[in-house]
């Protein structure tokens, strides 16, 4: 068989498999999608657990802030930002609160130290994010509190919630919309390791380690 004759034949092949299918697919181009916090359902957390007293401050609303930006088929490649006004943080008692953002600690008149934050760098995750199943993930960034960061890595799982449009209708006055992630994360600090020390007569009544949680939701908005 001649070759321009051969060439012809397999172009013609080619193009049948392609026709039925029978052809490898080409990948899939990348779905980056973009996520903002949805704060009427998220929260962040820390705990101080001392020998003497445990206490718990929340924060919610307003009072927390985040992007996201993530591919499910590749969620390794995630990037984002989380962060938290410690003016809206509040554990229970008020003197406890003032003293918590004096001078002698995270100083929140100073705006740059008003915020905690924590900017999601790389995610170790192994697959893709199936919709409806919970995901373990390590995140890996960078938590910055009174200007001063410090790397972090977060023990997680992350929820893909794909809403179908009947579901979208019945939930978008909530704002939810028809893709939504939910990603709940824990992981430790300290306040040493950012610049800030616990007086002496204090420390049986405040832990230098603090235990910090998120329970976020995220929903597309592009």
């Known amino acids: 068989m001649r070759t ?9 092949v080619v193009a049948l498999l392609v026709a039925v299918g029978i052809a490898p697919a080409l990948p899939a181009a ?3 999608m973009t996520f903002k916090l949805l704060t009427n359902y998220s929260q962040a957390s820390f705990r101080s657990d001392a020998p003497l007293e445990t206490f718990v401050g929340t924060s919610a609303l307003e009072g927390i802030q985040g992007t996201l930006t993530v591919d499910p088929a590749k969620p ?7 962060r938290v006004d410690m003016n809206r943080v509040t554990t229970g008692i008020e003197k406890r609160d003032a003293d918590m953002r004096s001078k002698n600690y995270l100083d929140t008149e100073v705006e740059a130290n008003r915020w905690v934050t924590f900017e999601v760098q790389r995610v170790e995750v192994t697959g893709p994010l199936v919709p ?10 960078i938590l910055t509190i009174k200007q001063k960061a ?9 929820t893909y919630i794909k809403l179908t449009p009947e579901q979208v209708e019945s939930q978008k006055r909530f704002g939810f919309t028809g893709d939504n992630l939910k990603v709940k994360a824990k992981w430790t600090a300290t306040f040493t390791e950012h610049g800030i020390q616990v007086p002496q007569l204090l420390f049986l009544k405040v832990a230098n380690e603090i235990q ?3 329970d976020l939701v995220f929903v597309r908005t592009q």
Do not use: I
């Not at 004759?5 to 013609?12: E, F, G, L, S």
């Not at 409806?132 to 960034?141: I, L, Q």
């Open 4 to 12: 321009s004759t051969m060439r012809r034949y397999v172009a013609v």
């Open 30 to 32: 990348a779905d980056v």
């Open 76 to 82: 390794d490649d995630a990037r984002g930002n989380v």
């Open 132 to 141: 409806g199943k919970e995901t373990p993930a390590k995140v890996h960034g």
């Open 150 to 158: 410090v790397p972090k890595v977060a023990e997680a799982t992350v």
């Open 212 to 214: 910090m949680a998120t």
